[in-house]
């Protein structure tokens, strides 16, 4: 079976950085593109980055692109998201999930999921 365990959340100041870990148990780590979603209270859970199967192609939700970095380390069995220039609105849980099949850029296909880590940006 597949467990993603997210990590890396905090609470950080307008303007910082953060890097948010999954790390993906199981065997076949490299035939699942991988994403991010958060969901701010209140919200919907909403699309935040993917990242191919080979790493060679990245998908952002259009406001985050230029903020955001999606990465994988296959040897490592893990996904990275690189956030910058931080704003409170980005205040949210943010989820790991991994999808078999498709694109990893529609919450509905995904296969796997994360529990979640909670990101909190102060003004």
């Known amino acids: 079976q597949v467990q993603l365990v997210e990590s890396g959340g905090g609470l950080v100041q307008a303007g910082g950085s953060l890097r948010l870990s999954c790390a993906f148990s199981?065997?076949?780590?490299?035939?699942?593109?991988m994403s991010w979603f958060r969901q701010a209270p209140g919200k919907e859970r909403e699309f935040v980055a993917a990242?191919?199967?080979?790493?060679?192609?990245?998908y952002y939700a259009d406001s985050l692109k230029g903020r955001f970095t999606i990465s994988r380390d296959t040897a490592k069995y893990t996904v990275y998201l690189q956030m910058n220039s931080l704003k409170p609105e980005d205040t949210a849980v943010y989820y790991c999930?991994?999808?078999?099949?498709?694109?990893?850029?529609?919450?509905?296909?995904?296969?796997?999921w994360g529990k979640g880590t909670l990101v909190t940006v102060s003004s």
């Open positions: 999930a991994a999808d078999l099949s498709g694109s990893g850029r529609y919450a509905g296909g995904m296969d796997y």
């Open positions: 199981g065997r076949t780590f490299s035939m699942y593109a």
């Open positions: 990242i191919s199967r080979s790493g060679g192609s990245t």
